[in-house]
């Protein structure tokens, strides 16, 4: 995936492609955008963008290709009640605990570990608040 940035009427936000993950302040695109971007996006919409000379240069309208995120790959170990426990995936805990040393622990006594490759299409959001959840 590319970076794409979406201007809206209340301002722009960049989606990054994985790699840029977990450190997003420090890539270019982003800080060319905080600096360049001083008034508000006159043409609202999503639209590829990079950086050139430490400048951002906006490039075409993003296509659904530029929108789709990179594929994941993901380990987990299954739960007693079916469900799936998803590794976490931050850069600290694989310096802690790397991958590896996480299978062998979770497969010595016969525990399975399950791998898959994923696409995110949305990011996480967090769920409003319903009237059903408040009286819960």
């Known amino acids: 995936m590319t970076h794409v940035i979406d201007f809206r009427e ?7 492609p994985l790699s840029c993950r977990p ?9 060319a ?3 360049d971007l001083t008034e508000p ?5 999503q639209y590829r963008c ?18 789709a995120d990179e594929p994941v790959v993901e380990h987990a170990i299954q739960m007693s ?10 850069p600290e805990i694989e310096r802690i605990f790397p ?6 622990s979770h497969q010595r006594f016969g525990g399975k ?9 949305e990011d996480w959001t967090e769920v409003p608040v319903t009237r059903e959840s408040e009286s819960a």
Do not use: K, S
Not at 82 to 90: A, E, I, L, S, T
């Open 99 to 104: 991958l590896a040393d996480w299978i062998v």
């Open 10 to 16: 209340g301002g722009w936000t960049i989606r990054h």
């Open 33 to 35: 955008a905080e600096d």
């Open 23 to 31: 450190n997003l302040f420090d890539c270019p695109v982003n800080r």
């Open 50 to 67: 990079d950086v050139q000379d430490n400048a951002l240069v906006i490039g075409d309208e993003a296509t659904a290709h530029d929108l």
């Open 113 to 121: 570990v399950y791998r898959r490759t994923v696409i995110v299409v």
């Open 41 to 45: 996006p006159t043409t609202l919409g």
């Open 81 to 90: 009640g079916g469900g799936m426990h998803v590794r976490n995936q931050d």
